[in-house]
């Protein structure tokens, strides 16, 4: 858990919740077998996360959730996506091991308010993370919309709870 994320805003703020449930997916799935270690799992996690911002940076539409959704997809479908096999680079981690550790068929869809992923090609969809889409009017903010909107800078326990 880093606190970088402090005055430097990094990645655009309204994306970090979505990112953050991904990658503790990501990372939660090699945890499981065991052969990561939790430093190396942070490392994965951070090289994982700035990855995913850089890539969605300019394929992020709030007001249209589903607009460019197949770019956003993670996907393994025997075939390693290249953003989780560079962030596992940085670890040390091939592709024959990542293969071991993960789903052999996995996809991930990371939109806006919605992260979902399905195990296998079958499998159910199971949501993640979801928020509730700001209403239009904006006296029903809540505070929680109010920081995914970036209103506010995220206050250090938020960044926490979110990466715990």
């Known amino acids: 858990m880093s606190h970088r994320h402090g005055p430097r805003r990094g990645p655009r703020a309204d994306m ?3 990112i953050a449930a991904a990658v503790g997916f990501v990372s939660g799935l090699l945890r499981t077998r065991g052969c990561v270690s939790e430093q190396q799992l942070q490392v994965f996690s951070g090289a994982l996360r700035e990855a995913l911002a850089e890539h969605y940076k300019h394929h992020w539409f709030p007001e249209k959730p589903f607009k460019g959704s197949g770019y956003r997809c993670i996907r393994i479908n025997h075939k390693m996506d290249p953003i ?40 159910s969809i199971c949501v993640l993370y979801e928020a509730t889409k700001p209403q239009s009017s904006y006296g029903m903010l809540t505070c929680k919309n109010q920081m995914m909107l970036g209103r506010t800078s995220p206050s250090k326990n938020y960044i926490m709870t979110v990466s715990s």
């Open 16 to 18: 970090l919740p979505e």
């Open 84 to 123: 989780i096999s560079k962030a596992a680079s940085q670890i040390g981690l091939s592709l024959p091991q990542l293969y071991q550790l993960l789903p052999s068929e996995l996809t991930l869809w990371v939109d806006p308010y919605e992260v979902s992923y399905r195990i296998g090609e079958d499998g």
